[in-house]
């Protein structure tokens, strides 16, 4: 997900936006549309709500642009951004209400399952993070979208590395619970790698 | 391969999203009515100061004209009427509290029904079921 893109040309564009040259802000849009889009998406599992999700992290970005000194990476700002975006946009929303259904997603055994199946399963898991309290979702969710890069993690969301490092376990734990009560805790044949 | 490493395996392994094709042309046009926005009005810091310091001037007069008063007749005249004042407060944490308990009600209903609607939340029995 990571798209490593040169630092100096996001400052660059920065700095012509800053200057009165809005239409500069359209490479940081092209360069980091792919990661907002995904952020928001896995918070929403809903295309068009992430992309409207996505837009408005962009605008209050764009509006927030003369606070970016370049202390961070500039993806971790604007990341932070969207964070506090997204978060206002779920709070909004009513709570996910997600019933496993067993029947559908266990199949008959791991050799059996079908591609099908095994994306459903996957599926399943990760909507099923969407159920956890806001305080154990949020690290779930970023810590595997920055491919479990703790550090960068916990600065996004402004907490210490232990703290992170509790509420990923609380988390896991949480999701775990769900997942055996559901019979799904043979997970190993879930993956649709 | 453990539990939780297969969790994060499926976390991880997700299919990234491709945004549509208009996206980035949609977030221009957003950015640009931002950037077309009057700027915000900045907060009246001077009126703000001589507000704080208009009441604090208020206040500190007022206490000390009220400390050098003789209140002993004020204190005497509601001495004679205490009962009515009393009743008067009491009546008045009545209304308040008629109007406030119901609202408190609905606010704590609401709040349990929102923990009802996670799945580890609900209770046992339920769950179970």
Redesign the interface.
Known sequence: ?RDGRPADEDAGDARRVLAGD??A??GI??RW??RL??LA??FCRD?MM??DM??DA??RA??ALHTYHGEAAFSTWLTAIAMNTYRTAVRER?????DLDPARLRGEGPDALTGMERRER?AA??RL?L?L?ARYREP??LY?FE??NLAETATILGLREGTLKARLHRG?D??????I?AGL?D??S???? | MSERDDIGRILVSEEPLVPSSGFAARVLEAVEEAAAEPPPLPFPWGRFTLAVIATFVSVTSGLWLLLRMDLSPVVAALTGVWPELGYAAAMILVTLAMLYAPRLRVAARRRTLLRGAAPWSAPRARRRA
């Open positions: 997900m809005v239409a802000f359209d849009v092209r549309q792919g889009v995904n998406w896995r295309r992430a992309e996505a837009q962009f605008v764009f509006r009513p709570p996910v209400a997600f996957s898991v990760r993070v159920t309290p779930m969710v595997y491919e479990m896991r949480l999701l775990r619970r769900q997942l009560a805790s997970l190993e879930a993956t649709d790698e």
